[in-house]
């Protein structure tokens, strides 16, 4: 990551000599989150937004400082302020979802995804995360349905697409459809632990327990590996 220490030093003298330079606070908020310093950013941007509640970017910015900070609930404010001002821009939607699907506000998280995709009916992203709330709600069909669309028509080779509708299959209990989703995954990355999971337990409910015991031994191998679990409601025995 470039070192903007000296670009920083250089807006915190601007915004010392000008506490009311709105471009410089907000440019030094900006360096502040892509250094990680999500306190100070939040307190940039808040300082701009005082200034001036018209800024659809510093909006989204607070945004998505607030997401890092885990404050989802006010980062779907900070979104939803972010959209009154400019509807049109498809990541205000985006992470409008995120932020409401983690706050678990799978209703709004849906109606900003399907807003996205009314500006980009092609976006994977947009279509994967429409997914993922349909699998919050735990209404399967919808998530089995939108993460085929994916598979079929958007993009083939999407791993997180063919396991996340593995997972969907599973949590359907259609354990077949299930391995074979998983393992379209793993044809496309054979390192991914969780279809190796499904794969795994989807065998042990259908009592194929040889073959259940040979997709465990692949979890066991690659237990060692970072990786985060799936969001969509299933639960581990």
Request: proline share 4%.
């Amino acid at each position: 990551m470039k070192d903007l220490t000296g670009a920083a030093s250089s807006f915190l003298i601007a915004v010392g000599l000008n506490p009311r330079d709105v471009p410089a606070t907000s440019f030094l908020g900006e360096i502040f989150f892509s250094q990680g310093k999500f306190l100070e950013a939040k307190a940039c941007f808040e300082k701009v937004l005082e200034m001036d509640k018209d800024r659809a970017g510093e909006w989204y910015f607070l945004g998505r400082t607030q997401m890092e900070l885990k404050d989802y609930v006010q980062a779907v404010e900070s979104f939803k302020k972010t959209l009154r001002i400019n509807p049109d821009f498809p990541d205000g939607w985006l992470f409008l979802g995120h932020s409401a699907g983690l706050a678990g506000l799978t209703r709004p998280a849906i109606d900003a995804f399907q807003q996205a995709l009314k500006i980009n009916p092609s976006s994977e992203y947009a279509l994967k995360s429409l997914g993922w709330v349909y699998g919050l709600q735990k209404d399967y069909e919808k998530a089995i349905e939108v993460f085929q669309k994916v598979v079929r028509i958007i993009n083939p080779k999407c791993v997180e697409a063919w396991r996340d509708l593995g997972i969907a299959f599973f949590n359907r209990q259609s354990y077949f459809n299930a391995i074979w989703a998983c393992k379209k995954a793993l044809e496309i990355d054979p390192l991914v632990p969780e279809a190796w999971h499904f794969i795994a337990d989807s065998y042990l409910r259908v009592k194929n327990f040889s073959a259940g015991v040979e997709a465990a031994k692949k979890v066991v191998e690659l237990s060692d590996l970072h990786f985060s679990w799936n969001l969509l409601g299933v639960e581990f025995n």
